[in-house]
């Protein structure tokens, strides 16, 4: 457990999958990211999907909520899904039911990170996952997820938002907002129009949970790279130069979404052009559902 000031955090891991490293590097050669993970011969490279489950004063908190349980077999297969429902399995190891979870903040919508806002009942019907929590995502990202198009339409399934929506259990946030004492969803673009970062600040110590705006821990130390993901890239280089000072500075925790060798550190300037991460041995709390890759 990581603990910033009263906030208790506990980083679970979903599931995890296989995707092509041009996709996680975008522009950047391979003979440089390979440095950092190693491919398969079909070129695929290992990602967690990282969801926090938070606790401050009486609140239950998840931050994403992976891909979920209503995967096709089609999904499985490209994107090799391995360890599949992990965040409820990890919720239930530390005596935690979905009934218990009052807040389930969405950084954006992508299926990767709001697959497990829903899930399917005994009936076959969509239900929600957390059914008296309040979600919560910036008013945009809901906006283009509804709107997708022809780059973002395999990636915005409104099944897994739509319904909270017209039930009013999804509230749309306009900007940065406080959703919990010393939480706040502050929004950082550049991934997609409306993503949102997750910061905490509690008894002078600060967190961050940077989301897709670093997808690995490399892309916050060298701010030039970045996925292929990425709607608005030259925004999110930008962005990601306003965090990279903002994490030194204040002595910060990172926290990253698919990052299965350093999910967790301090960023520390170095005598080099870059800075790098400290890694922080801060294990998901259900590391038995990582299986072990050479990376």
């Known amino acids: ?81 391995r360890s599949e429902g992990g965040l409820l399995r990890g919720l239930a190891k530390l005596g935690v039911s979905p009934d218990d979870i009052n807040l389930v903040i969405d950084t954006h919508l992508h299926s990767d990170h709001a697959g497990g806002n829903t899930s399917y009942d005994a009936d076959g019907e969509i239900v929600p996952t957390f059914p008296n929590a309040e979600y919560v995502v910036q008013t945009r990202e809901y906006d283009d997820a509804m709107r997708p198009n022809e780059r973002t339409s395999a990636t915005y399934y409104p099944i897994n938002y739509e319904p909270l929506v017209k039930n009013g259990q ?53 701010i030039g790279w970045m996925t292929a993901y990425d709607v608005e890239p030259l925004r999110t280089l930008e962005t990601k130069r306003v965090w990279q000072r903002w994490a030194i500075d204040n002595d910060a925790i990172l926290i990253f979404p698919h990052d299965v060798k350093r999910p967790i550190g301090r960023l520390v300037q170095t005598s080099s052009k870059n800075p790098a991460l400290d890694p922080i041995d801060e294990p998901y709390f259900n590391q038995e559902d990582i299986p072990d890759l050479e990376v």
């Open 170 to 222: 999804m509230r749309l946030l306009d900007g940065d907002t406080e959703l919990a004492a010393g939480i706040w969803g502050v929004v950082t673009p550049g991934h997609t129009p409306g993503h949102m970062s997750v910061r905490f600040e509690s008894n002078g110590e600060s967190a961050a949970f940077l989301c897709d705006l670093a997808t690995y821990a490399v892309h916050i130390e060298r």
């Open 1 to 81: 457990m990581l603990t910033i000031g009263d906030i208790e955090i506990h980083l679970i891991n979903d599931c995890l999958t296989m995707v092509d490293g041009g996709g996680a590097f975008g522009l950047v050669p391979r003979k440089l990211w390979q440095r950092y993970f190693i491919p398969t011969e079909d070129n695929l490279i290992p990602m967690t999907q990282t969801c926090l489950f938070v606790r401050v004063g009486d609140q239950n908190i998840i931050v994403d909520t992976g891909r979920g349980t209503k995967l096709d077999d089609k999904t499985r297969r490209i994107y090799r899904i």
